[in-house]
């Protein structure tokens, strides 16, 4: 969901573009962080607790706390946060600590 | 190796005004901001400032921030470098940034550090649960991209964050149906508490929250009367159906660069937890590094601006620059200062700053 009208502010968005959330398509505009198009979407949950499998979502919005890491283009532990979204993006959710140059984490 | 003479981590109002009263004196100074722009937690403030004409009083925060960051961008002494994170200290006066993917180690005759808070949380069950967010992460969400939390939204905390978020979520269109308070009374300012109020928002003091319910996100809070010592009262349990719950129960001093710098930290509750020591002139304890705004303790924003002048002057006064004009200045930036710390809202602030005083001389 995404604020229509305001009565102070004016939003500045980028060009409306198109990206993939675990394989569907979801649109956002270009530039604004990954979670918040993906927010927008209606997609809160974003990673699991590693022992658990707690669902996790949005928390801190500055980069700080970890709770929105995905695989973003086959990389994995991007801040969705802060990550600013580009077209074409594939965003995925991920699964255990991620696979960096080969080398998976404990 | 990147050369910076007064390098400035952070640009929320403490780091933009460090670098426009160090520059103003002469200075080359560098601004890093880890955000793709400047200003801090001051873009998404709609509400408008207190304080006197210094601290532009009556404009709304994100004016002031468009204000400064324009001054700052367009100062020829001021070298932006935004989507550039601080990532560590080493010794010798170095500092590496992380810019476009890349590390960048950058060398400075003087460092101020401007890097702000973060939100604290609160521990209870369930609180990990999606919808249950910073409440300045939410202010982010809405006013800075225009993306709504959700539709019904429970605010846990009365201070001043709590309350004016609580109001720029009714003004985004969405309900409120609670502002929860452990403490007897109401933290905030009262004109914005009083506003919240006219418009339909109760606020429940000595309430909290005892856990939060939902599938895959949050769908109902559990809340309980606390008695005078902050015990729950028996059968007071009732529960509140809400999708989001905003926790806005103070701020931590983001130090950790200093910490690496080996800058003396004394803990200090009334100012946040650590914060580093430091002079009247907002030096700490190494040689060359000064600390402006909410990471030397959390306070206003109004507050922030006039110790980024201070920590800004003094920073280019001990590189030789603006030697005439310093004690004036300063001077005028202290009664700045004394004007906005007065009153009973500025306590825990005075205390905070009394107390670490009484941790001894800062010596560089």
New interface residues.
Partial sequence: MRIQVHPILEFKKGKKISFTYDGITVEGYEGEPIAAALHAAGVRVLSHSRNFKRPRGFWCAIGNCSSCNMRVNGIPNVRTCVEPLQDGMTVETQQGRGVIGGVPGE | MNKAEILVIGSGPAGLKASLSAADQGAGVTLVE???FLGGQLVKQ?HMFFGSKEQYASE?G?KIAEKLTAAAEEHPGVRVLKGA?ALGYYDDNVVTLELKGRVLPVSYDAMIMATGA??N?LMFPNC???????A???Q????V?????G?RVAMLGAGNIGVIVSYQLL???VEVPAIIEAAPEIGAYHVHASKVRRMGVPIYTSQTVVSAHGS??LEKIIMVELDDSWQPVPDTVRELDVDVLCIAVGLTPLTEILFQAGCEIAYIPELGGHVPRRSAVMETSVANIYIAGDVSGIEEASAAMVEGTIAGLTAAFNLGYGRDSYEQKIAAANLELDALRKGPTGEKIRTGLQNLKKTGEVRQ
Wanted: aromatic share 8%; no cysteine.
């Fill in positions: 880890r955000d793709p709609t709304r994100f994170a973060q939100e949380t990990d649960l999606p919808g249950i967010y910073g300045g992460a939410v982010t969400l809405m006013n991209y225009g993306v709504l939390p539709k003004q985004a269109g895959d996100a």
